[in-house]
């Protein structure tokens, strides 16, 4: 079983609109959630991350845990073309990191 | 803003060479990680070091494998006899020692294996 599962999309939307992007993970144990914003063949940039339940918000993106299903979720409001790009979910134990496949995300002018 | 740099950005090598990829982490964090990304996948952890020591490695992180910080600033990633499938990105990443989930990942070198 994978420690995180993130539906690859495409998934495409016109600029303004509300994205909602979304991942499962395994283990209860769990903690930590990050999301992570990916552009071609670029590294990966941390926008945010949340320990356990709960809503966290920064601007335009908040970030919401539901540890009793096991779902991480990643809402961005009023989508910019400059969002388009692969976002990534991601958990750890200790200093071991598991990343989802990443949802590509298109944000048509 | 402090960021972490690899170097070289695309290596190209023959099949049973040995490569070692070069990373430079930001200056103040303690804790340091390789990741690869082969082509269209996830990006797949490989080995976290702190303390001038492995933290945690994954499967994948065999005997082919090795990491050393041979001075204050470096950090690298061998890899002693490549194979085809090594072909990938590698990413650096450091944090913070008291963040460790503020991870600031490097632009990745190309490794193609030939």
């Known amino acids: 079983q994978k420690e995180v599962e993130q539906d690859p999309g495409p998934l495409s939307v016109p600029e303004g609109a509300i994205v909602s992007l979304n991942c499962t993970y395994s283990?209860?144990?769990?903690?930590?959630f990050m999301w992570y914003r990916q552009y071609s063949r670029k590294g990966p940039e941390l926008l945010m991350y949340t320990y356990s339940s709960g809503n966290k918000e920064d601007g335009r993106f908040t970030a919401q845990v539901d540890k009793s299903s096991k779902y991480i979720s990643l809402f961005i409001r009023d989508s910019q073309p400059s969002d388009s790009a692969t976002y990534l979910c991601?958990?750890?134990?200790?200093?071991?990191?598991?990343f989802g496949t990443g949802t590509s995300l298109t944000v048509i002018p | 803003e402090p960021e972490v740099t690899q170097t070289p950005s695309h290596q190209v090598t023959q099949m049973g060479q040995e490569v070692i990829l070069r990373c430079v982490p930001i200056?103040?964090?303690?804790?340091f990680y390789w990741y690869r990304q082969i082509l269209g996948q996830k990006v797949e952890f490989l080995v976290s070091f702190y303390n001038n020591e492995i933290s945690e490695k994954s499967e994948i992180f065999d005997d082919q494998f090795s990491v050393e910080r041979p001075d204050g600033s470096n950090f690298t990633l061998k890899i002693r006899s490549t194979k085809l499938e090594d072909s990938a990105m590698y990413f650096c990443?450091?944090?913070?020692?008291?963040?460790?989930?503020?991870?600031?990942f490097g632009p990745g070198t190309r490794l193609t294996v030939l």
């Open positions: 283990n209860s144990a769990f903690q930590y």
């Open positions: 990443a450091s944090s913070p020692h008291d963040r460790v989930h503020e991870q600031f």
């Open positions: 200056s103040n964090h303690l804790y």
């Open positions: 991601a958990t750890n134990t200790g200093n071991q990191f598991y």
